[in-house]
Nanobody, 129 residues
Framework: QVKLEESGGGSVETGGSLALSCVTSGWTVRSGCIAWFRQAPGKEREAVAVFVVGNGLSFYSDSVEGRFTVSQENAMKDPYLSLHLDMNSLKPEDTAMYYC??????????????????WGQGTQVTVSS
């Protein structure tokens, strides 16, 4: 059974930093995408960062580019993934529930356009002004 376990988050003042972790289990990860989504109350869910499993590259939405960084914390040979999302220079508009999600299918579809079937439980990030 595929699981994504998130940790981290919390509360911080404007300009502060937080880090989130996402660890997959139950699947030998060799392809696909891991994405970080967020959803604020009354707003649509948006993808803010994606990680391409096959090549380890990360891409970011305009709203977080230059402030958020995805890093892989385990060896490439491991059958699972442990990712961190480092969030710096946080703003009140970054306040949301953050989720990691996974799609392990080896298609060539952009990570931004995939349908993600596996989701973490979510973790709250609150940035006060």
């Amino acid at each position: 059974q595929v699981k994504l376990e998130e940790s981290g988050g919390g509360s911080v003042e404007t300009g502060g930093s937080l880090a989130l972790s996402c660890v997959t289990s139950g699947w030998t990860v060799r392809s696909g995408c891991i994405a970080w989504f967020r959803q604020a109350p009354g707003k649509e869910r948006e993808a803010v960062a994606v990680f391409v499993v096959g090549n380890g590259l990360s891409f970011y939405s305009d709203s977080v580019e230059g402030r958020f960084t995805v890093s892989q914390e385990n060896a490439m040979k491991d059958p699972y993934l442990s990712l961190h999302l480092d969030m710096n220079s946080l703003k009140p508009e970054d306040t949301a529930m953050y989720y990691c999600a996974a799609d392990f299918t080896p298609s060539g579809e952009s990570c931004w356009r995939r349908t993600y079937n596996y989701w973490g439980q979510g973790t709250q990030v609150t940035v006060s002004s």
